[in-house]
């Protein structure tokens, strides 16, 4: 079983369209998660952390739910620039960095 | 954020040579890095797991025979593609982590590899 699942999408949604997307993880003793942006060809950079107790980063709001073994992310108000490829990773315990497949998003004009 | 440099950004070999990537952690002592290997429209695959001065572990499939790590200093780790194949071709990633200085981890800009 993979360690981290996620749907990969494609997501086309118009601009100023809310979309969420959502991870599933395996290990439930996994410690720490996070939401990571990739555009194409190049690294992933950190979008956010995700807290137990949710949290919001401007039109990003990120939620972990450890009892269903999965975190979200939701982006208000799409923009153009938030095209990009969003991967959910989370922490094994020898502090390995595990990520989901990525889930692709297109925001159209 | 703390800065990773990866060295190259882009290689072309011939199959059977050995290629050499580099991963450099710029402005922190990073106790572990971590290489992967992502193939287009695909998610990063964690490769191994490299701490300072101890060998590497790594993931069930990755043959560590031909994918040579090794992370001489708290600033360095090396990854070396040997006898490459046309298979190998991908995007190779790093990235450093130091619990003393985060809880994320920060990733060099990655080497396209290409083995002709």
């Known amino acids: 079983r993979k360690e981290v699942e996620q749907d990969p999408g494609p997501f086309n949604v118009p601009e100023g369209a809310t979309v969420a997307f959502n991870c599933t993880y395996s290990?439930?003793?996994?410690?720490?998660f996070f939401w990571y942006r990739q555009d194409c060809r190049k690294e992933p950079k950190l979008l956010m952390s995700v807290y137990s107790s949710g949290n919001e980063d401007g039109r990003f709001t990120a939620q972990l739910n450890r009892a269903s073994q999965y975190i979200s992310l939701l982006i208000r108000d799409s923009k153009l620039s938030d095209s990009a490829t969003y991967l959910c990773?989370?922490?094994?315990?020898?502090?390995?960095?595990?990520f989901g497949t990525g889930t692709s998003l297109t925001v159209i004009p | 954020g703390a800065v990773v440099s990866q060295h190259p950004s882009r290689v072309i070999c011939k199959s059977g040579t050995s290629v050499k990537i580099e991963c450099r952690s710029l402005?922190?002592?990073?106790?572990?890095m971590f290489w992967y290997r992502q193939f287009p429209k695909q998610s990063l695959m964690l490769m191994a797991t490299s701490n300072e001065g101890s060998k590497a572990t790594y993931e069930q499939g990755v043959e560590k025979d031909k994918f040579l790590i090794n992370h001489a200093s708290l600033t360095l780790s090396t990854l070396t593609v040997t006898s490459a194949h046309p298979e190998d071709s991908s995007f190779y990633i790093c990235?450093?982590?130091?619990?003393?200085?985060?809880?994320?981890?920060?990733f060099g800009q990655g080497t396209r590899l290409t083995v002709v």
């Open positions: 290990n439930s003793a996994s410690q720490s």
């Open positions: 990773a989370h922490t094994g315990t020898g502090n390995q960095f595990y």
């Open positions: 990235s450093a982590f130091s619990v003393g200085v985060s809880t994320e981890a920060f």
């Open positions: 402005d922190f002592q990073a106790t572990t």
